[in-house]
């Protein structure tokens, strides 16, 4: 090969290189800052109506959710069939659960999830009995989400209107986060909502949305 031929394809072959070896790291940075961000979110209903209030908010929080690229697992706890904890003992806190159910299914989604929420309309001035059922149900796996950092966020729906009543649910949640040692980046509290889908002509969905999309 001629000198001036092989200084040519030399220049050639470093500046590919350097073109190529450029885009493999945006590629790399891109891959980077999606995975640092990309939450896996578990999404948890409570009711039994499909198309009531809160299952409303929970779908607008998991499409703002979604634009931003995060990764639900939905799990509608009235649909499911999750037994409710026998106080047996035998997990001691942290391992296999006597009874098996479709909890087996939620069970991994929630110890690997950045982020849990609880979505749930008011049962004299609880959450509901389907939702309270997994949540005891956490028992046997305690010892892998307790002080394990997550966000969490709170959407919970009513028909009265008296901000007080909603007090003993928003005391409850809060507290369990700070047992859990999860972080609560929201809370969206519906009042005055009675019949199902009468929550689609207020402004409670949009800041159900606008909180996925804050993500
Ligand atoms: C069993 C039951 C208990 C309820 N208890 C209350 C209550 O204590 N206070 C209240 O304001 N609304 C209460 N409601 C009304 C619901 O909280 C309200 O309709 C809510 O928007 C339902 O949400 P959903 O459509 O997601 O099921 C109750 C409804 C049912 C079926």
């Not at 939905?74 to 159910?101: H, L, S, T, W, Y």
């Not at 950045?114 to 749930?120: E, G, L, Q």
């Amino acid at each position: 090969m001629k000198r001036r031929d092989f200084l040519r394809k030399s220049l050639l072959a470093a500046t590919g290189s350097m073109i190529l070896g450029g885009g493999i790291m945006k590629a790399v940075e891109n891959l980077n800052t999606k995975n640092s961000s990309r939450m896996k979110i578990v999404v948890l209903t409570g009711s039994p109506r499909r198309n009531g209030n809160s299952a409303y908010l929970a779908e607008q929080f998991i499409k703002g959710a979604q634009e931003k690229g995060h990764e639900i697992y939905r799990f509608d706890c009235a649909f499911k069939q999750v037994e409710p904890c026998r106080a047996c003992n035998r997990c001691g806190m942290d391992g296999p659960c006597v009874i098996k159910d479709d909890f087996n299914e939620l069970r991994p989604h929630l110890i690997a999830a950045d982020m849990v929420v609880f979505a749930t309309p008011m049962y004299y001035f609880g959450i509901s009995a389907q939702m309270k059922r997994v949540i005891d149900r956490f028992y046997a796996i305690n010892g892998q989400i307790k002080g394990h950092y997550k966000k969490a966020a709170y959407l919970m729906t009513y028909a009265d209107t008296a901000k007080k009543e909603a007090e003993p649910m928003l005391l409850h949640y809060r507290t369990l986060m700070e047992y859990l040692g999860w972080e609560s980046v929201g809370e969206v509290v519906a009042s005055g909502v009675w019949t199902a889908g009468s929550i689609r002509n207020t402004r409670y969905p949009e800041q159900a949305y606008q909180l996925g999309k804050s993500l």
